[in-house]
């Protein structure tokens, strides 16, 4: 998969009136919920337990905008051993298909990326199983469980560090080493 350029605030891709940016303020934040509450909890059917659950915090959050109103997110976590986990992404059921899937996990690998990750994992749904696959990324291991719906691990691993962070002076590692969680 392309690596992005990062930039201070937003992610700049080539398509169109779509943008990913960091969610840094308290409403690009609500936003992100917003849309998880949306998408997870009122599609889906997932509880609120299991949606919040208590790892915002620290984790990084991305939002998609397309002509200012936000279409999706996804979560970021560092985990032990040089790996990032991208969480809860989640597309508006009216813009699927358009492209902004694809955008949130080019920002999350280039997040990963410029934070020295080697690999990004994910639990994916199986129903999304070939969403990730078009993306470069592979499952392994078995059907398991979460939050009542089916999901499989799945892992893209990354260049080695540095390769891919040709835009990196612009914006710098969001999270640096001492800002990863265990
Ligand atoms: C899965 C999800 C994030 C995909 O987002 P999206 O914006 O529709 O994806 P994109 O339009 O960027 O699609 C990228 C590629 O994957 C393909 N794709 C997207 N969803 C797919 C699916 N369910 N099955 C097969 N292919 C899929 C697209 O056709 C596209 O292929 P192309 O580049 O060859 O044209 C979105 O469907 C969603 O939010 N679903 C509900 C929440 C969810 O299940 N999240 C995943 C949790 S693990």
Same mark, same amino acid.
């Given at each position: 998969m392309p690596v992005a350029p990062l930039r201070a605030d937003w992610m700049a891709f080539p398509r169109g009136d779509i943008g990913v940016r960091l969610a840094r303020t308290t409403a690009d934040r609500s936003?992100?919920?917003?849309?998880?509450?949306?998408?997870?909890? #009122?599609?889906?059917?997932?509880?609120?337990a299991d949606e919040w659950d208590g790892l915002d915090d620290g984790a990084l959050h991305l939002l998609a905008v397309e002509d200012g109103r936000p279409v999706g997110t996804a979560r970021m976590r560092w985990m032990p051993g040089g790996q990032a986990k991208a969480e809860r992404v989640a597309v508006v059921a009216t813009r699927r298909h358009c492209g902004v899937g694809r955008l949130l996990m080019e920002a999350v690998v280039a997040q990963a990326a410029a934070g020295?990750?080697?690999?990004?994992?994910?639990? #994916?749904?199986?129903? #999304?199983?070939?969403?990730?696959?078009r993306l470069g990324w592979t499952a392994d291991g078995p059907v398991f469980d979460d939050a009542g719906i089916p999901h499989r691990h799945m892992q893209l691993a990354l260049d080695a560090p540095g390769a891919a962070?040709?835009?990196?002076?612009?914006?710098? #590692?969001?999270f640096p080493p001492g800002r990863r969680t265990s």
């Open positions: 936003a992100c919920l917003d849309l998880r509450r949306e998408v997870f909890i #009122a599609e889906q059917g997932v509880s609120e020295g990750a080697t690999r990004v994992v994910l639990g #994916a749904q199986v129903s #999304a199983i070939p969403f990730y696959e962070r040709s835009g990196e002076s612009e914006g710098g #590692a969001v």
